[in-house]
């Protein structure tokens, strides 16, 4: 107890009346990307980011012990310290060719290396030009992208989410001394849906801007051996290995002196720990599969296809939805909620995503397709779906 907990006592009533207090859970993994509740009861998992069902898959549980093995469990200090082991040299060698970039520089986790990138790139802009950067970004960023251009000190400019004028536009307006820096992503993490590649990347040549790209749900599950999308468009991309890849952690890969750059400058790389071996044996693990999992990669996409026919055609909304995130947009934190909790009832586990996560009025059930799911299932799933949406409308939920 603390002589403060009233404080926070009351906030936490406020999220509650709000409809938005987060409480995590414990969820045993078992077979097949199945879940087990503390009560024994079993869930299909439609929730995580797990879509090649890699994060059991015996390959990576081997190769995290090999490590473990051969480097600790622990990496015992930062990059710089004794923390870089011949293993990891190797991975970050890999990580860049899967990328078609020069370099990369390994992250304990994506949030980590957004964090670092924004205020490393916007003291390369001082160093370079004597001014801060214009930060151009996509409405839609991940909240680590903005945590970095708050730490970096620099207001970013937003564009409206995909919208090529609007950041073309911006880029017009940017005339500043400083560097113009775009930070977007590949596929949105909350809407399921792509940016345009060719067009960020002419529009980035064009004005001379530093494009950065966040492919966190498109690498290992997108384009060809799982790639990603931003392949020779972007100037830097981030990678993440705890979604597709099945691990944690994340990449930064672009050109040796941008890398270099970042081992100098990033603060997340050079006062932190470096990630677990144990976790990249399981990420180099993921890697040597990525090649031969294209039939898991179309089945993923066939899915995800077969759950939107499904959803449109009981008229729910979708969005831009065209990969292996599928949102059903149903609007209130209630409806979301209730919704969640009537589809968990019955054996799924899609939970609802609310703000601010996601703008007010758009709360959802964020629904994701893995390998392991079989049509079966995903009919079941939109059907659930289905019949609880009648019951909220028959309740009379907004
Ligand atoms: C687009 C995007 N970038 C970065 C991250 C953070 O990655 P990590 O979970 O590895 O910290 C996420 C995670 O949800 C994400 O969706």
């Given at each position: 107890m603390t002589r403060f907990d009233h404080l926070f006592q009351h906030g936490l009533e406020e999220l509650a009346e709000q409809g938005r207090l987060r409480t995590p859970r414990s969820?045993?993994?078992g077979v097949d990307g199945l879940l087990e509740k503390e009560d024994g009861t079993v869930l299909v998992d439609f929730s995580s980011n797990d879509y090649l069902g890699l994060r059991a898959h015996p390959l990576l549980r081997e190769r995290a012990l090999v490590w473990a093995e051969r480097y600790g469990a622990g990496s015992g200090a930062s990059r710089l310290v004794t923390g870089t082991a011949p293993g990891m040299v190797a991975l970050e060698a890999r990580l860049a060719a899967l990328k078609g970039m020069e370099a990369a520089c390994i992250f304990s986790s994506g949030w980590q290396a957004n964090a670092t990138l924004v205020p490393a790139l916007a003291q390369l802009s001082l160093a370079a030009t004597g001014a801060a950067p214009t930060l151009i970004v996509d409405k839609f960023i991940h909240a680590s992208l903005y945590h970095g251009c708050a730490a970096a000190g620099v207001r970013p400019v937003r564009f409206r989410h995909n919208d090529m004028e609007h950041l073309e536009s911006l880029l017009q307006k940017a005339d500043g001394p400083g560097l113009k820096i775009i930070l977007t992503e590949s596929v949105?993490?909350?809407?399921?849906?792509?940016?345009?590649?060719a067009a960020l990347g002419a529009l980035a040549r064009r004005y001379g801007a530093f494009l950065c790209v966040d492919e966190a749900h498109a690498t290992g599950i997108l384009g060809a051996d799982g790639k990603?999308?931003?392949?020779?468009q972007a100037d830097l991309i981030i990678g993440t290995f705890s979604k597709a890849l099945g691990g944690m952690g994340a990449f930064i890969a672009s050109s040796s002196p941008v890398c270099r750059w970042l081992v100098n400058k990033g603060s997340g790389y050079i006062y932190s720990t470096a990630p677990s071996p144990l976790v990249l044996g399981a990420v180099d693990a993921a890697l040597d599969l990525l090649p031969d999992l294209d039939a898991t990669r179309d089945r993923v996409a066939g899915l995800a296809e077969r759950f939107r026919q499904h959803m449109r055609q009981a008229g729910l909304e979708t969005g831009p939805s065209s990969t292996q995130i599928v949102p059903v947009v149903v609007g209130s934190e209630r409806t979301a909620l209730t919704l969640s909790r009537m589809v968990e009832?019955?054996?799924?586990?899609?939970i609802a995503i609310r703000p601010p996560t996601v703008p007010p009025g758009g709360c959802r059930l964020r629904v994701v397709l893995h390998g392991n799911h079989t049509e079966a299932q995903v009919d079941q799933l939109a059907q659930v779906l289905k019949d609880a949406v009648?019951?909220?409308?028959?309740m009379g939920f907004a």
């Open positions: 969820l045993q993994p949105f993490s909350m809407d399921g849906d792509r940016a345009d590649m990603g999308l931003a392949d020779g009832d019955a054996g799924f586990l899609a009648s019951q909220c409308a028959a």
